[in-house]
């Protein structure tokens, strides 16, 4: 079953890496993996390449495309923010910002460089548990669904948290560009 549109389809082997096969959705055209188990906290803290990146003070192309012309609102949370450099920038703009990730060095790494105040070393599930009330006018997950086992899943957490006519903005990577690591 693809973890995307739900059909059965009839998966067609895409590629293998290390020990990973990758299918390839006929009817939605995502590409997947089974089985799929999402790293842990230990995982990115460990991970060279989100080491780097919480010294990256500019904001991405992906953060650039929302910034370009952000929807209405005055909060926003950004799930997976990484050091907040995204954050940083819709400051500016007038939202009240609040993030979480998995890294608490990258958190760490935002509130020295940017300021940044309302940053979570969490789960999207303890977020919602120790703020039981607290919803947003839009919620951003950029490049972070490629990483979770249970998208769907977690999409309805999201929606949890967001306030009736709020924005979500996603992002995830595509496979055909070039990758630039930094």
């Given at each position: 079953e693809c973890p995307v549109c739900f059909k059965m389809t009839e998966k067609i082997t895409f590629e293998v890496r290390k020990k990973h096969i990758l299918y390839l959705c006929k009817l939605c055209d995502v590409v997947f993996s089974r089985p799929f188990v999402a790293g842990d906290s230990l995982w990115y803290k460990e991970s060279g390449i989100y080491e780097l990146a919480r010294f990256h003070n500019k904001p991405y192309w992906h953060h650039e495309q929302f910034l370009k012309e952000p929807p209405p609102?005055?909060?926003?949370?950004?799930?997976?923010?990484?050091?907040?450099?995204?954050?940083?920038?819709?400051?500016?703009?007038?939202?009240?910002?609040?993030?979480?990730?998995?890294?608490?060095?990258?958190?760490?790494?935002?509130?020295?460089?940017?300021?940044?105040?309302?940053?979570?070393?969490?789960?999207?599930?303890?977020?919602?548990?120790?703020?039981?009330?607290?919803k947003f006018d839009v919620i951003t997950v950029f490049e972070v669904l490629e990483h979770l086992d249970h998208p769907n899943d977690f999409l309805e957490a999201v929606k949890s948290l967001l306030k009736p006519s709020g924005y979500i903005a996603i992002s995830v990577p595509n496979r055909d560009m070039m990758i630039n690591p930094l």
């Open positions: 609102g005055s909060t926003i949370l950004d799930i997976g923010c990484n050091n907040g450099v995204f954050l940083h920038h819709a400051e500016k703009l007038g939202y009240e910002v609040t993030g979480m990730d998995f890294n608490n060095n990258s958190l760490e790494a935002g509130r020295q460089a940017f300021g940044l105040k309302r940053l979570f070393c969490c789960t999207l599930e303890d977020f919602a548990q120790k703020f039981p009330d607290e």
